[in-house]
């Protein structure tokens, strides 16, 4: 682990191997270990680089306001990297393209694993599900929320926690603790958000997209996934991942590697 200081900031990052620049953005509900399964892979080919986003894993969270698509562009310019190819789950997918909308001349590609984008309001569908699987849930009770998260995302809707890994599970519930830690202090500092966020602009993104998803996960991502391939205009859709929920490039590595080693530039 490293860390360097960006717009005030200092942000914690794995980096190995050489080659094209690739950047790992985590899941709102995890920090950069996620990206475990990736990493070694990538950077047969590539200069991978594993970012904690500011406020979660190892990243420091000063008061002052900041954007996240901003910090991943000043990583860049600290590692002295003109361009890099995005790779997203989740929020950090959400990240991913808004740093791209942002500042597209620093984009070479973007690569979305059940992505969120900002902008988008959950359907009626994803709230009752939550009221079905998780129901009240004490906020300040971290390993509670936790609890919460991983059967509502890394479980899924469709699956019963005994049909996942138990060691999946838990490594996630752990990041998961951190994360609603993270996004606890968040909330206390100014973020600035897209302006005017991602879900109107999709059609901006003029760099090559991949997007697909877990099978597994909350209906809401796949549909996301087909809007994003339906309205970017160099986007390929694949398939949904069957068995895999939200946490897809952990749960299932081996599609997730191939997919990327084939269409990272």
């Known amino acids: 682990m490293t860390k360097i200081e960006v717009n005030g900031a200092q942000l914690a990052y794995d980096e190995v191997g050489s080659g094209t620049p690739v950047v790992l953005l985590h899941a709102g509900i995890a920090d950069r270990r996620m990206w475990r399964e990736q990493v070694g892979v990538l950077a047969v080919r590539h ?27 000043g990583l860049l310019d600290a590692l002295g990297v003109p361009q890099a190819a995005l790779v997203g789950c989740s929020f950090g997918g959400a990240v991913a393209v808004d740093t791209a909308l ?34 009240e849930v004490d906020q300040e009770d971290f390993a509670a929320s ?17 049909e996942v890994d138990p060691e999946l599970l838990a490594f996630a519930g752990e990041m998961d603790q951190r994360a609603l830690a993270a996004e606890q ?51 390929v859709r694949l398939p949904d991942v069957p068995d895999a929920a939200h946490l897809l490039p952990l749960e299932r590595p081996e599609p997730v590697n191939a997919a990327l080693l084939d269409f990272l530039p």
């Open 47 to 73: 200069r991978v680089i594993a970012l904690d986003l500011r406020g979660y894993g190892e990243s420091e969270l000063p008061p002052a306001s900041f954007a996240h698509h901003d910090d991943v562009v």
């Open 146 to 162: 936790a609890a919460a998260e991983v059967r509502f995302w890394v479980v899924g809707p469709g699956r019963r926690p005994e």
């Open 185 to 235: 202090a968040l909330s206390a500092v100014d973020v600035a958000e897209l302006d005017p966020p991602a879900i109107g602009r999709l059609g901006e993104l003029r760099m090559p997209v991949l997007v697909t998803a877990g099978a597994a996960d909350v209906p809401d991502i796949s549909r996301l996934a087909d809007r994003i391939a339906a309205e970017a205009p160099d986007a």
């Open 102 to 135: 942002a500042h597209p001349e620093r984009v070479t590609a973007l690569a979305l694993f059940g992505s969120a984008i900002s902008g988008h309001e959950w359907s009626e569908q994803a709230n009752d599900l939550w009221d079905q699987l998780v129901g």
